[in-house]
C-alpha cells in the first residue's frame, strides 16, 4: 500500500465519468425512467416535498443535501412538520429518499462508458507498484469497484475487497478484504447499518454483475438467502442479522449536518486524518471546496499542513483553462493551501493523458 499518495475524489470525479451530480439526482429520480420502485417510494417523496417545499409543486425541487439535512433535523430532534408529517411518516420520507437516491446511483453506475478511477489506479500501480490511499467524498461505489476489480485483476482470491478502515461485520467481506484504504466520509450506497447495535454491513449490489467475477459470484449468493442491497433497502430482505432492527444506508449530508454519532463515520474521520498527516503528495479530483463544506475544509487544512511546495495536485475542468488566481474553485484552494498546489484544468481525462506528471 502506498500510503505516501493520497487520492480524493470528489462529485466532479463521478460527473467525469458519466454518473450525477448530487444535485442532479432528485431530477433524474422524477424524470427519468429509472429502475425505482415507483409504487413504494417515489409517492411518499413527492408527497413530502410538495408539503414542505412550495416550489416543488411547480417542479422546482430543493438541493438534496438540504432536503437530508432537513429530515435528519427533523427526525434528530424528535419534531413533527405539520399535522401529516409526524415522526414515523419522516422516517418513512427519509427511507423513500435513501432508496431513491441509491436506485439512481445504481442505475447510472451499470451504465458508465468511462471508468477513470479505474485508470488512475491501474497508473498509479504501475508508477508506484502499489495502489494509493483513497478518501472519497461521494456515496456512489465507482472507486470501490475499480478497486476490487484491480485486485482481483492482480490474481489475489482473497483480498479482494478495498479496506474501508472501520468494523464491517460481514462475513463475506472480512473473507475477502485487501490492503487497499477506502476511506468514505459521507457514507457508502452499499452500506448497510444498524442503528440499534450499530453493526455495519457491506451489500452487494445488482451494479457489480458483470463487473467482476467475485462480485457477481456474492451477488448471486446473496440473491438466493434475500440479503442482495435491492432486497434489504425495500425491506423484503433480511434485517439486521445481530438483532433484527431495521437496517438504513449510511449517506450523510455533506455540508448541513454530520451523524458524528454514528461510530464508523467518526472512526473513518479520524483515520483520514492519520492518513492525510503521513501523506507526500495528495491528487484531488472533482471537489470545488465549497465554503460551507467546513469539516472537509478543516480535515484538508490540518491535514496536510505538513506539505511542501508543488505537492497537492488539483484536477478541475475548465475549458478557459484560467490559471487558479482566477478561477472561483482555484481561488479557494491558493487561499487555503498556497504553494503547495499544482493548478490543472484539463480535467479527470486530460489528467489521465498526461501522466505520470512530474
Ligand atoms: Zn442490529
Redesign the pocket.
Same mark, same amino acid.
Request: proline residues 0%.
Given at each position: 500500500m502506498d500510503s505516501n499518495t493520497v487520492v480524493i475524489f470528489g462529485a466532479g470525479a463521478t460527473k467525469a465519468c458519466g454518473g450525477p451530480l448530487t444535485n442532479e439526482i432528485l431530477t433524474r429520480a422524477f424524470n427519468t425512467a429509472y429502475e425505482i420502485d415507483r409504487e413504494q417510494f417515489l409517492p411518499t417523496l413527492e408527497e413530502f416535498l410538495s408539503d414542505n417545499f412550495y416550489a416543488a409543486q411547480s417542479g422546482e425541487l430543493p438541493p438534496l443535501p438540504l432536503l437530508i439535512s432537513f429530515l435528519d433535523t427533523a427526525i434528530d430532534r424528535g419534531h413533527a412538520l405539520g399535522p401529516k408529517w409526524d415522526q414515523g411518516r419522516l422516517i418513512d420520507a427519509r427511507r423513500a429518499l435513501d432508496y431513491v437516491i441509491f436506485a439512481v446511483l445504481e442505475h447510472d453506475l451499470k451504465k458508465l462508458q468511462k471508468n477513470y478511477y479505474h485508470t488512475l489506479y491501474d497508473k498509479l500501480k504501475k508508477k508506484a507498484g502499489t495502489l494509493p490511499v483513497t478518501i472519497s467524498l461521494n456515496y456512489d461505489i465507482i472507486a470501490d469497484n475499480a478497486l476490487t476489480r484491480i485486485n482481483e485483476a492482480s490474481g489475489n482470491d482473497e483480498g479482494i475487497f478495498p479496506d474501508y478502515l472501520c468494523d464491517v461485520a460481514s462475513d463475506l467481506y472480512r473473507k475477502k478484504m485487501g490492503d487497499s484504504k477506502l476511506l468514505k466520509l459521507h457514507g457508502s450506497l452499499n452500506w448497510l447499518y $444498524?442503528p /440499534? !447495535?450499530n453493526?455495519l454491513d457491506v451489500g452487494i449490489s445488482n451494479s457489480g454483475v458483470g463487473f467482476t467475477k467475485v462480485l457477481e459470484q456474492l451477488y448471486s449468493e446473496e440473491k438466493a438467502k434475500h440479503e442482495t442491497l435491492e432486497q434489504r433497502l425495500t425491506c423484503q430482505g433480511r434485517k $439486521?442479522i /445481530? !438483532?433484527? /432492527?431495521e437496517v438504513k444506508p449510511v449517506m450523510i449530508s455533506p455540508t448541513y449536518f454530520k451523524d458524528y454519532r454514528n461510530p464508523h463515520i467518526s472512526r473513518i474521520w479520524y483515520e483520514a486524518d492519520q492518513v492525510l498527516r503521513k501523506a507526500k503528495r495528495v491528487i484531488i479530483i472533482g471537489y470545488s471546496l465549497p465554503d460551507d463544506d467546513l469539516d472537509v475544509l478543516y480535515l484538508l487544512k490540518r491535514g496536510l499542513s505538513h506539505l511542501g511546495d508543488n505537492s497537492i495536485d488539483i484536477v478541475e475542468f475548465d475549458s478557459d483553462h484560467r490559471l487558479a488566481e482566477k478561477h472561483p474553485v482555484g481561488r479557494r484552494y491558493v487561499t487555503l493551501f498556497g504553494k503547495r498546489i499544482n493548478w490543472h484544468t484539463d480535467g479527470f481525462e486530460g489528467f489521465l493523458d498526461r501522466f505520470p506528471i512530474s
Open positions: $444498524c /440499534s !447495535c453493526r $439486521c /445481530s !438483532c433484527h /432492527s
